[in-house]
């Protein structure tokens, strides 16, 4: 069973609106250790490379890449260990293939971390 499973992708015309969601599952997120958890969008694109789209932490301090800032909102349910990425105005730059990212930084050692298969987004006429 797959840690992370995004979905949510598809096609749109540039203006349109696509909501993403991702589903955390396994004993790593089990009980209310989630909300502790930094959940990330991330996308890939063939010209940026992979590049961060957003993400939330604990209390709910969110964080945006520049080119997203105003139309993109990221947000979670703790109780149904989900995190959504509503996508408004979205334009022909904002193709590529999303992934879901949980990370959990710990006191000693090195963060834990877990990706999701990713969810294709395409904007097009």
């Known amino acids: 069973q797959m840690p992370l499973v995004e979905s949510g992708g598809g096609l749109v015309q540039p203006g349109g609106s696509l909501r993403l969601s991702c589903v955390a599952s396994?004993?790593?997120?089990?009980?209310?250790?989630?909300?502790?958890?930094?959940m990330s969008w991330y996308r890939q694109t063939p010209d940026n490379g992979r590049e961060l789209v957003a993400d939330?932490?604990?209390?709910?301090?969110?964080n945006y890449g520049g080119s997203v800032k105003g139309r993109f909102t990221i947000s979670k349910d703790d109780v149904k260990k989900t995190v959504y990425l509503q996508m408004n105005d979205l334009e022909p730059g904002d193709t590529g293939v999303y992934y879901c990212?949980?990370?959990?930084?710990?006191?000693?050692?090195?963060?834990?971390?877990?990706w999701g298969q990713g969810t294709q987004v395409t904007v097009s006429s």
């Open positions: 990212n949980a990370k959990l930084v710990l006191p000693v050692g090195s963060p834990r971390e877990w």
């Open positions: 396994g004993s790593m997120f089990s009980g209310s250790s989630f909300s502790f958890y930094i």
């Open positions: 939330i932490r604990s209390g709910g301090v969110k």
